[in-house]
């Protein structure tokens, strides 16, 4: 992924490819286009000033540069000076510093690619006198793309020191160049005197000082951190198999309850079946015993009844002998 891409040797379709990717957020990184840079070392680029404490808009083509000349005189070269370029329509470009040769050409010696920051895209340039860190957010999208949890120990190992921090009375050349895949870049640059600003270069160098101590302190913390997820995913662990075994001792322990019973379950029916027979026996014989005392139940009361018939009867036939005396 450290490779770049010229953008003026791909085709529309690669370049499609490549701005989607990017848009995606795969970094991506572009070369400046050979041609600007040939411009610029035979001295043929058309260098339009730029004054200390003022501002220019602009756009520019893509795969194009504008160049600016910033002059400083020594009272605003010993403050330090700092020049920035901004885009509100969010475009991509790159801030490029060149240093003057002996032939009258100039050498790119310094870029700075966009970065987003809030609303905006950004870059800039800072000649402080002190060094001044600059930060490559491709490392830090190359960790999320390997290991997203491992971003964040990552996130700060992209400041990476700037080369030049501070410049000499004279004229020094800038250049915006236009880095968008199809359209044009809006921007606008400005440069300026720290002189009036001692309190934000203050804070300045206090936060990177911040910074670069938080990136030391990540480092010791990654090594505890991975310790600890390591034996947090090992008790983890534990637990889940602590947990099972918990489970199926008391399940046993239920089953074992469960069998103190005079309910006997399917299995245990089988081993008893003899004593089930025997009770169905007692019960047949005692009912065919039942049956058997039925009948002579039955019987006597068939001779209380005859006997009774009986009586009656010779009742009627003694009253009939006396009507016949009469």
């Keep these: 992924m450290d490779m770049e891409i010229d953008l003026s040797n791909l085709g529309t379709v690669n370049t499609m490819f490549a701005a989607l990717f990017s848009k995606l957020g795969v970094p991506i990184k572009t070369t400046i286009s050979a041609n600007v840079l040939e411009e610029a070392l035979n001295g043929t680029v058309t260098v339009r000033p730029l004054p200390i404490g003022t501002s220019v808009s602009g756009k520019v083509e893509k795969q194009c540069a504008h160049f600016f000349g910033v002059t400083i005189n020594e009272p605003q070269a010993e403050a330090g000076i700092v020049v920035r370029v901004t885009s509100t329509a969010q475009s991509k470009f790159k801030l490029l510093y060149f240093e003057q040769d002996a032939n009258a050409g100039y050498g790119l010696a310094l870029q700075e690619d966009s970065e987003k920051t809030g609303k905006i895209t950004s870059a800039g340039m800072y000649f402080l006198h002190f060094q001044v860190y600059r930060m490559d957010s491709t490392l830090n999208a190359l960790a999320m793309a390997k290991d997203p949890e491992a971003a964040f120990f990552k996130r700060l190992e992209g400041l990476q020191p700037c080369e030049v921090s501070e410049l000499k009375a004279g004229t020094h050349i800038f250049a915006v160049y236009g880095d968008n895949f199809f359209k044009t870049a809006t921007y606008t640059i400005e440069a300026l005197c720290v002189g009036s600003y001692e309190d934000t270069t203050h804070k300045l160098r206090e936060i990177e000082a911040q910074i670069l101590r938080k990136r030391n302190e990540l480092r010791q913390f990654e090594t505890e951190y991975r310790k600890a997820l390591a034996r947090f995913q090992e008790v983890t662990n534990r637990y889940t198999q ?30 008893s079946s003899g004593v089930s027979n025997g009770s169905s026996s007692s019960s047949k014989t005692l009912g065919e015993d039942s049956k058997a005392e039925s009948p002579m139940e039955d019987g006597g009361s068939d001779g209380k009844d005859k006997s009774a018939k009986k009586k009656w009867f010779n009742l009627n036939l003694k009253g009939s002998a006396s009507d016949k005396k009469l």
Excluded: C, Y
Aim: net charge neutral.
């Design 242 to 271: 602590e947990k099972q075994s918990v489970d199926e001792l008391l399940k046993q322990r239920d089953s074992i309850h469960s069998s103190f019973t005079v309910t006997k379950t399917a299995n245990n029916a089988v081993g």
